[in-house]
T-cell receptor, first 112, second 113 residues
Framework: GNSVTQMEGPVTLSEEAFLTINCTYT??????LFWYVQYPGEGLQLLLK?????DKGSNKGFEATYRKETTSFHLEKGSVQVSDSAVYFC???????????FGQGTRLTINP | NAGVTQTPKFQVLKTGQSMTLQCAQD?????MYWYRQDPGMGLRLIYY???????DKGEVPNGYNVSRLNKREFSLRLESAAPSQTSVYFC????????????FGPGTRLTVT
């Protein structure tokens, strides 16, 4: 089946630290991969996407590269801010399927 | 544009009571979804509606029913609430089911005692 596994949280960092949140997937077809972010008290928002192998998605200083050989899509940011505190979800969509499959989410807290 | 709106924001029910969660979108999207979010489990799809007039089961449909009232509105009904249905419920919409970008509402926090 199709599934997404994210690193266990919560993750706590200091401002300006480097961030990595790991995401690996299992898929029967050729998935597109996404990172969604949920700020406190809000619904999820699409953060970035990659639709084929070796694509790099980027937005708001965050990046993730679609690695087919390692079935991974790790989220990175070079210098985090307090405003990045949120829950981050990795997700996949199989071509021809009708729904997203989400990982369990990783809570990130950035301390000033 | 309001995007995706949900009512109510909070609700407390007793076991066995019924209620309907309302969702509306003003983006002229074809597809709508209901998810539940539980700690450590991410989002799980309850039901979805690929287009007006159609609904399909997702990963965890038991204990729920849905109605796609029109293109804008998609409601979720709990006929006989159980403590296991305590969760945060999110409605989402997208242009189509093959569209990866789903737009989410702010959520409804439901507690069943």
């Amino acid at each position: 089946g199709n599934s997404v596994t994210q690193m266990e949280g919560p993750v706590t960092l200091s401002e300006e630290a480097f961030l990595t949140i790991n995401c690996t997937y299992t898929a029967t077809g050729y998935p597109s991969l996404f990172w969604y972010v949920q700020y406190p008290g809000e619904g999820l928002q699409l953060l970035l996407k990659a639709t084929k192998a070796d694509d790099k998605g980027s937005n708001k200083g965050f990046e993730a590269t679609y690695r087919k050989e390692t079935t991974s899509f790790h989220l990175e940011k070079g210098s985090v801010q307090v405003s990045d505190s949120a829950v981050y979800f990795c997700a996949l969509l199989i071509q021809g399927a009708q729904k997203l499959v989400f990982g369990q989410g990783t809570r990130l807290t950035i301390n000033p | 544009n309001a995007g995706v709106t949900q009512t109510p924001k909070f609700q407390v029910l007793k076991t066995g009571q019924s209620m309907t969660l309302q969702c509306a979108q003003d983006m002229n999207h074809n597809s709508m979804y209901w998810y539940r979010q539980d700690p450590g489990m991410g989002l799980r799809l309850i039901y979805y509606s690929a287009s007006e007039g159609t609904t399909d089961k997702g990963e965890v449909p038991n204990g729920y029913n849905v109605s796609r009232l029109n293109k804008r509105e998609f409601s979720l009904r709990l006929e006989s609430a159980a403590p296991s249905q305590t969760s945060v419920y999110f409605c989402a919409s997208s242009v189509g089911t093959l569209s990866y970008e789903q737009y989410f509402g702010p959520g409804t926090r439901l507690t069943v005692t």
